[in-house]
């Protein structure tokens, strides 16, 4: 064998490697979904499929409002993708391609707040929904991240390098005014960025927990996270359920990421031949 034909064959066993590293928490996750409790914690761990899905799956419907709950998360998820993709948009257009004052201090101002920690945030919005009145209601989960400086700074940045110049100009001689050019310029040239960014934060919304906990005092309207928790209790716990509960939570994600990720995946390959 060549020294060549080595390479390739040792690159390939790392790649091998590393997805079947990669794949294993999911594939333990759907085994263990399938497992009694007992069996969960046998030892040596028992790796096959078992025959308790369906039986974990009733469980989780039977403690957990799991239809309600799929629908909050999905409404919640949905428009805090939608809000920061139309607003961070909008703001990384303006940062790239269009001069004011102030813009510079704005800028820095925007990627400071990124170095604070989201955690020193929960308490000052906690008091703020709760003097709107929104505390226990969807909107303060959708609202308060209607728009994010990582959003922002991340299309400022795809759109300082995929959107020439003299694109944004001949729109303005053709009489557009900023909404126009942003809509009809701006937004068909940031297609990857969207996808990646509304495919990121419907992931972080629908497997945010801390915040829904927090901020949803009415235990008739609770996220999909935050309703699972409670299969956890201090007389015992059905891990099969859990990890059924887990599950379920996880395939919706698995088909976004599926469906958006061909956009951007295209969009980004697109930007390559063209550099």
Known sequence: ?????????????????????SVFPFYWLVAMSTQTTAEIFGYPPRLTFGPELLTNIR???????????????????????????????????????????????????????????????????FVLMSHLGWAGSLQALIIPGAANAFGIFLLRQFAAGSIPDELVDSARIDGAGFFRTYWSVGVPMLRGGLAFLGIFTFISAWNDYVWPLIVLVNPRVQTLQTALSTLNSVYGTDYGA??????????????????????????????????
Do not use: E, W
Not at 5 to 21: D, E, I, K, M, P
């Open 1 to 21: 064998m060549t020294v060549r034909v080595v390479s390739r064959l040792v690159t390939h066993l790392c790649v091998l490697f590393g997805v079947l590293l």
């Open 242 to 275: 859990v990890m059924a509960g887990a599950l379920v939570s996880l395939l919706p994600l698995i088909g976004i990421f599926i469906i958006g990720s061909r956009h951007f995946i295209a969009n980004i390959a697109a930007g390559a031949l063209k550099g």
């Open 59 to 125: 469980s989780v419907i039977h403690n957990v409002d799991l239809i309600q709950a799929l629908f909050y998360t999905v409404i919640v998820s949905a428009a805090s993708a939608l809000l920061v993709m139309f607003f961070d948009s909008l703001a990384a257009f303006a940062f790239a391609k269009y001069s004011f004052p102030g813009k510079s201090v704005l800028f820095v101002a925007l990627l400071v707040t990124m170095l604070v920690p989201g955690n020193l945030s929960l308490v000052p919005s």
